[in-house]
């Protein structure tokens, strides 16, 4: 079980860029997956990117390929997002998450051992 903590959100101007953090503490397995979901009024959560426990194995939204790239700091406790090119309808609250079962890898259905962050909120404006 771990806690995860997001950081990083705001507002920014379409085209704009915005980087993520997802910080891990408590106990946690060497292999956890990590990623990001994210959220919009009326919406259903939806899967952004993620990993499967490696810096190898990147999984993205067909979304966000190209705009969006997830990496994690050299301990592995961290996850990042970073957001280029931003567009409105990126406009949501980010869920970190991180799941020692499955990778993180398109799904918004993650492992009952999985464990989410409390949200940041991200603005694209124009």
């Known amino acids: 079980q771990v806690q995860l903590v997001e950081s990083g959100g705001g507002l920014v101007q379409a085209g704009g860029s915005l980087r993520l953090s997802c910080a891990a503490s408590g106990s946690t397995f060497s292999n956890y997956a990590m990623g990001w979901f994210r959220q919009a009024p009326g919406k259903e959560r939806e899967f952004v990117a993620g990993d499967g426990g490696s810096r190898t194995s990147l999984y993205y939204a067909d979304s966000v390929k190209g705009r969006f790239t997830i990496f994690r700091d050299d301990s592995m406790t961290t996850a990042y997002l970073q957001m280029n090119s931003l567009k409105p309808e990126d406009t949501a609250v980010y869920y970190c998450?991180?799941?020692?079962?499955?990778?993180?890898?398109?799904?918004?259905?993650?492992?009952?051992?999985?464990?989410w962050g409390r949200g940041t909120q991200v603005t694209v404006s124009s």
């Open positions: 998450a991180a799941d020692p079962i499955f990778a993180i890898a398109g799904t918004s259905s993650l492992s009952a051992r999985a464990s």
